[in-house]
């Protein structure tokens, strides 16, 4: 599909910039109402449900553009960064007995995370665009899953009422991270693919 560079300021990368918006939002409404929850979590509905609609018109418009391929991936890894924060805050991204992996798991998605936008940033420059793969989708699912299963709705009491179903989660979560690195070693080994590609292009 062909790409429209001609204007920045497009419903798609309005919607996206939004999402970036509602992430302190989201934060703010985490701590400052603990006993009522479902704030927070119907604002990172709302952020979620942007981030469908935003993809969708920019292919129906055909309003893709290299600001919105970078600015997109950004406003998810923000939100997603600030949810695992405070759920790790809370001690809730790991099973209950190694809740100090919590931290942990928290620091290493939030590098993993600082390598894909640096890293992708660049190969952008160099023309290559980072494509999202099995692992990164199964990372995302897992992720979404996850939050779902432990988000509490008052203090850590989880919404559903099933802490073995908030515990669910909290394995889940490992099993994110794992996906989420593999889903790593395949944008960077893809990345280096197309890069010598381009340069073996621009030699000849």
């Not at 600015?71 to 001690?91: F, N, R, S, T």
């Not at 593999?182 to 073996?200: C, D, M, P, R």
Request: charged letters at 15%; a positive charge.
């Amino acid at each position: 599909m062909q790409q429209d560079e001609s204007r920045l300021v497009t419903i798609p990368n309005l919607l996206t910039l939004i999402r970036i918006l509602l992430v302190p939002v989201f934060a703010i409404a985490f701590y400052a109402y603990p006993e009522q929850r479902y704030y927070s979590l119907g604002i990172f509905t709302l952020a979620s449900l942007t981030d469908g609609v935003d993809g969708y018109l920019a292919r129906r418009l055909n309003q893709i553009s290299s600001f919105g391929k970078l600015i997109d991936p950004l406003a998810d890894k923000l939100m997603i960064v600030c949810m695992l924060y405070c759920l790790m805050h809370e001690g809730l991204l790991a099973p209950k007995g190694i809740e100090e992996l919590s931290k942990w798991v928290f620091l290493l998605i939030l590098a993993k995370e600082v390598f894909m936008v640096v890293g992708g940033t660049f190969m952008l420059t160099k023309g290559v665009v980072v494509h999202s793969n099995f692992f990164g989708k199964a990372a995302t699912a897992l992720f979404c899953l996850a939050i779902i299963l432990i988000f509490p709705s008052r203090i850590t009491e989880p919404w559903h009422g099933a802490v073995w179903l908030q515990n669910v989660g909290r394995y889940l979560t490992l099993a994110a991270t794992i996906a989420s690195f593999a889903a790593l070693f395949t944008y960077i080994k893809g990345s280096l693919v197309q890069l010598k590609e381009i340069n073996n292009r621009s030699e000849k």
